[in-house]
């Protein structure tokens, strides 16, 4: 039997996938056990233990922007998370850290590196977060989700998904899409999401322009967040959700999408194979620009700048887009072309191997055929990314 840490969290872009590994890799070794690190604060203290995984908590420690109080206790408080996170490793005897990023990430990897404990790294974005690239100079076991992501020792392995979007069969699944959600099955669907927070700036803006959407014979599934303060329509057609919790049914009654480009939206849309107008976060050190530039390049999807997003836009650009049939099923093909499904299996294969190498290690991790699953993972509340403010 084998113990392993998987450190991270903070937003369903970093716990999802963190799951989704965790998942396969119990799924394939039963006798294995995964143990979460992470923050009291972050999504991962709903979503761990409700996957029936033991959470154990650090501080949250943002990383200090400026010269003030907070700035001078932080490194005291970080090296006791480092010293905590030690603990854990040594008497829980774990085999191999796993870290995807957030505020956990950094003192495990640390932790990792003092114990001698074989690291593994997954980055979701294009653009490696801080955590990240520190720890891939440590380790050879290195996931990266897209091609253009540089880290040392990488390799692609794709985006861990949750196993009911890795098995969607869109086309057997259409019927039981439009029955969850009330849709008309003789009209297109338009799914618009922006996180599992929402978008304020897509919801307004599609909001504003549901109308001539509707009136161009298409219906829409909008997702606008659970803190949105845009609530349910009259117009026919237009079906308002505040959060989702079948994401796989919406994307197989979807024929289009407007979304965010978080990673993990970009990652389930092309591996479904769905086409797309991806309108990036503003806000940030861009990496959401930099997640689509993959399938954007392929033809399966549209980039267009959150500040151009706008109902005129709809109007002049995306009904175009709607009304060319033809276009939207070539656009469906590029995207797919780019997906990748087994992610999960990849990532998971990563830390096998790197629990080869622990001294920690006991016989049973890395038995077990690849994808087999006992069960499925269960369906969690958010789409890939959460907006920020």
């Keep these: 039997m084998s113990r392993f840490l998987f450190a991270g969290g903070g937003t369903a872009g970093h716990v999802n996938p963190l799951l989704a590994v965790a998942d396969r890799l119990t799924q394939r070794s039963p006798e294995d056990e995964v143990l979460v690190l992470g923050t009291a604060e972050g999504l991962e203290a709903r979503l761990v233990p409700m996957r029936g995984y033991e959470l154990v908590t650090i501080p949250r420690l943002p990383f200090p922007r400026k010269l003030n109080g907070a700035a001078l206790r932080f490194p005291g408080a970080f090296w006791s998370a480092v010293r905590r996170t030690e603990r854990i490793i040594r008497e829980r005897e774990i085999t191999a850290v796993l870290g995807v990023g957030g505020y956990a990430a950094a003192p495990a990897y640390l932790a990792a590196k003092r114990t001698g404990t074989p690291i593994v790294v997954h980055e979701q974005n294009a653009k490696p977060g801080l955590a990240n690239r520190m720890a891939a100079v440590l380790t050879k076991h290195v996931g990266v989700t897209f091609s253009n992501t540089t880290l040392p020792h990488s390799r692609v392995v794709g985006m861990p998904l949750r196993r009911e979007i890795e098995r969607l069969d869109r086309r057997a699944e259409r019927a039981a899409g439009f029955a969850e959600f009330g849709l008309d099955p003789e009209r297109p ?10 978008a304020r700036s897509i919801n307004r803006t599609v909001n504003q322009a549901a109308a001539t959407i509707l009136g161009a014979g298409w219906q ?3 997702v606008v967040g659970g803190a949105s303060d845009i609530g349910p329509s009259d117009l026919d057609g237009y079906h308002v959700l505040p959060y989702c919790d079948r994401m796989d049914l919406a994307y197989a009654a979807a024929d289009f999408v407007v979304s965010r480009s978080g990673a ?4 389930e849309l092309t591996a479904v194979g769905l086409p797309s107008v991806l309108v990036p976060y503003p806000v940030g050190n861009g990496e959401q620009r930099h997640n689509a530039r993959d399938v954007v390049a392929a033809g399966g999807a549209v980039l267009v700048a959150d500040q151009e997003f706008t109902p005129e836009w709809i109007t002049l650009q995306l009904l175009t887009m709607l009304e060319d049939r033809a276009g939207i099923a070539d656009m469906a093909v590029r995207s797919g072309s780019v997906g990748h499904r087994d992610g999960a299996d990849r990532m998971t294969e990563l830390v096998l191997s790197a629990a080869r190498t622990s001294g920690r290690r006991s016989g049973s991790s890395g038995t077990g055929s690849s994808g087999t699953s006992s069960s499925d993972s269960s ?3 958010s789409t890939s990314t959460t907006e920020e403010p």
């Design 189 to 198: 669907v338009l799914l618009v999401t922006g996180g599992s927070s929402g």
């Design 220 to 222: 829409i599934l909008h």
């Design 264 to 267: 993990g939206m970009v990652c």
């Design 379 to 381: 369906s969690t509340r």
